[in-house]
């Protein structure tokens, strides 16, 4: 059985236990470490796996964890297993942040008492409370049928607000806003146990922590990220993401490479690791599926969808500039309703094969 971490304390527990070293990476705004975790041999280049810049994503996380004893290789193995330690920890826990103690929220009543009685409400509809308490914004959103998926019906929602009602948003410019996932029957998740994180840029701009990856100025966890990546020169780097849009099926996310030897080695990891997800009885992610995240993607094979950073907009995320910078560069979506053991063994899978195919060519 996969564990569920539900509290960092128990994951950086963990983290330890199985870690040859654990170094601190930077402290987020609850005064958590980011940490990097070393497992794995001591070949060049080193293979880099993260997980868990959408909080909401739990099985990647866990995955990664597992990742740092249980990958074999000879490569250097750095794990980051989870860029948002704050989000992780629950909605009771940000509110804590904003209110200086931290309260009962079990449900959304409790969740939108707190907002309206505690905070300074910016804007509410039918389907979004948002409030401001202390340093934080946060949104209550609860979980509804046109509302597949949580996080971006968050995300566009709040780019709409800032369109329609620009004045809600000026309070936030400058802030983190947290919101209630929403997530029922996610594994992992659920409606409150997670808190999506967005940033609120100082010119408006609405992103996520899977951002900053190119920008001067970036909040302190991609920022740990890119030091990171900067100092071990990764020769392989995975971000273990997964989708709420698609049931329990599954696609690897790929990037294009600026020279022809690196496109030839991720074309080739790619297509093993598809085959070994077939293999596994997974089922893979449909056209559908995939034009549902957005235009950005192109499909080589059932499966398998290379992304175009350039096409999306924002910027790049961390796959999109580890492959601009460093090297191969993967992400996994895993359909959220498949069960928790399944999605932790899927990221495992990718993981393993990309990293056979990546040792035969260091061979
Ligand atoms: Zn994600």
Known sequence: MAQIYWTYNELLEEVHRRAQSVEVLGHTVDGSPIVAARGGGSKLPAVFITAGSHSTEQAGVSAA?????????EHQVYVIPTRDPVGMQGFAHVLSLGLG???????????????RDQGEV?????DLLLSLIGE??????RPAPERACAQYFFYQRLQRLAKEHPDALEPLRGRRVWMTPGQTGVAGTGDLGRAYTLIISLDGEILHINRFHDTP???IEPRATRDLMARIDPGISFDLHESQLMEDRYFLSARRQPDATNEEWEQKAASAVIQAISDSGATLARDEDVSALGNWFDTSEPGVCWLDAGRRGEGYNLADFASQTYGLAFGTEMGMYGTFDGRVNLAMITVRTAVEVFSQRHA
């Open 65 to 73: 964890v597992s990742c740092i004893e249980e990958l074999e290789t």
């Open 101 to 115: 103690e931290r309260p009962e929220a079990d449900d959304f009543d409790q969740v939108e008492s707190l907002l």
């Open 122 to 126: 910016l804007f509410e509809e039918d």
């Open 136 to 141: 934080y914004g946060y949104a209550s959103a």
């Open 217 to 219: 100025w970036s909040p």
